[in-house]
C-alpha cells in the first residue's frame, strides 16, 4: 500500500541526499549541545562533515531530473555512456573537446558532448542523466554554478558552457 503519491516520492527522492546531511547536521548539533568536551567535539565535526556535504548534494538535487525522457545515462570510470531509442554511444570525459547545452523552440533541453570524431547528444531528462553533473564539474575550469546557470535558463539556441584549452572554436 502506498502512503504517499507519487509526485511526493519522487520530489523526496530527489532531494534525499540533502534531506539526509540536514539530518546528520542535527544530529551533531545536538550531540554538541551534551556534556564533555569529547563529545561535544565529535558532535562539532559530525555537524562540519554534514554542512560541508549538505553543499554539493543541494547542487546535484538541483541539477538533477524526473528521469522520463528518452534513453538511459551511465557513467562508469570516466565514460559517458548514453543509449537512446534511436541512437546512442560513448564518450571519455578525458577526451572531451566541448561541452553545450541546446535548447530547442519545442522545449527539449539536452547536453551536447564533443570529442574528436563524434558527437553525443543527451537529453536532460533521461534516465541516470543526473550522474552527469559529477562527470561535468571534473572538466578544468568548468564549475557547478555555471553548469546549473544553464541548466535553468529558458532561453532559446545551443550554448557553449565548455572548450579545452587547445581546441580552437569553430567558425561559421
Same mark, same amino acid.
Given at each position: 500500500?502506498?502512503?504517499?503519491r507519487p509526485e511526493v516520492l519522487a520530489l523526496l527522492r530527489r532531494w534525499a541526499e540533502v534531506i539526509v546531511a540536514i539530518a546528520v547536521l542535527a544530529l551533531g548539533l545536538w550531540i554538541a549541545a551534551r556534556p564533555g568536551? *569529547? *563529545?561535544q567535539g565529535? $558532535?562539532?565535526?559530525?555537524? @562540519?562533515f554534514a554542512a560541508? @556535504?549538505?553543499i554539493p548534494a543541494? /547542487?546535484?538535487a538541483r541539477? @538533477?531530473?524526473d528521469g522520463d525522457g528518452p534513453g538511459i545515462v551511465q557513467v562508469i570510470e570516466g565514460r559517458i555512456l548514453y543509449m537512446g531509442p534511436v541512437d546512442g554511444g560513448?564518450?571519455?570525459v578525458a577526451e572531451m573537446t566541448s561541452l553545450s547545452? /541546446?535548447?530547442?523552440?519545442? $522545449?527539449? *533541453?539536452a547536453w551536447v558532448l564533443v570529442e574528436p570524431g563524434h558527437m553525443l547528444v543527451i537529453p536532460v531528462n533521461a534516465a541516470g542523466a543526473e550522474a552527469l553533473f559529477d562527470a561535468f564539474t571534473t572538466l578544468p575550469g568548468l564549475g557547478a554554478a555555471r553548469i546549473l546557470a544553464a541548466r535553468q535558463s529558458p532561453h532559446e539556441g545551443t550554448r557553449t558552457l565548455w572548450r579545452r584549452a587547445d581546441v580552437p572554436a569553430l567558425t561559421q
Open positions: 500500500m502506498n502512503f504517499f568536551p *569529547v *563529545v565529535f $558532535g562539532y565535526v559530525l555537524a @562540519a560541508i @556535504a549538505l543541494v /547542487r546535484r541539477f @538533477a531530473t560513448a564518450i571519455s547545452l /541546446r535548447h530547442d523552440r519545442g $522545449g527539449q *533541453v
